[in-house]
């Protein structure tokens, strides 16, 4: 799962715990990582790309080049998702979808 991986990288690098399996844990986001920049639960739900906004900073945790373009990519794709407004029944989403915010999935597009 890109979430826990990156999450714990993140820990990891956080705290000088370096190792080889943080290398491929970070290589593992990069083959997770798809044309688009984005970064999807799973390839059976590319729509769900929240876990973009945590790789982006689990490979910049790592503190070198190596993951430069996958941090742009990443970047570039989180700018450029804006979030799809949609109307709902406020006691089922306990918050206003008529605001446009950040997009954490492209499921509710229309």
């Known amino acids: ?3 826990t991986t990156s999450l714990g990288c993140i820990a ?3 705290n000088d715990q370096d190792s080889p399996s943080v ?6 986001l990069g083959e997770w990582q798809v044309e688009s920049g984005s970064v999807p639960v799973s390839p059976e739900t590319p729509s769900a790309t929240w876990p973009t906004a945590i790789a982006v900073p689990g490979w910049a945790s790592k503190g070198d080049n190596l993951c430069d373009d996958r941090i742009r990519s990443g970047t570039r794709y989180l700018l450029g998702n804006e979030g799809k407004t949609f109307v709902s029944d406020p006691r089922v989403y306990g918050r206003d979808t008529q605001l446009v915010g950040w997009s954490m999935s492209r499921t509710f597009e229309r």
């Open 12 to 14: 990891l690098l956080t």
């Open 23 to 28: 290398e491929k844990s970070l290589a593992l």
């Open 1 to 3: 799962m890109p979430e």
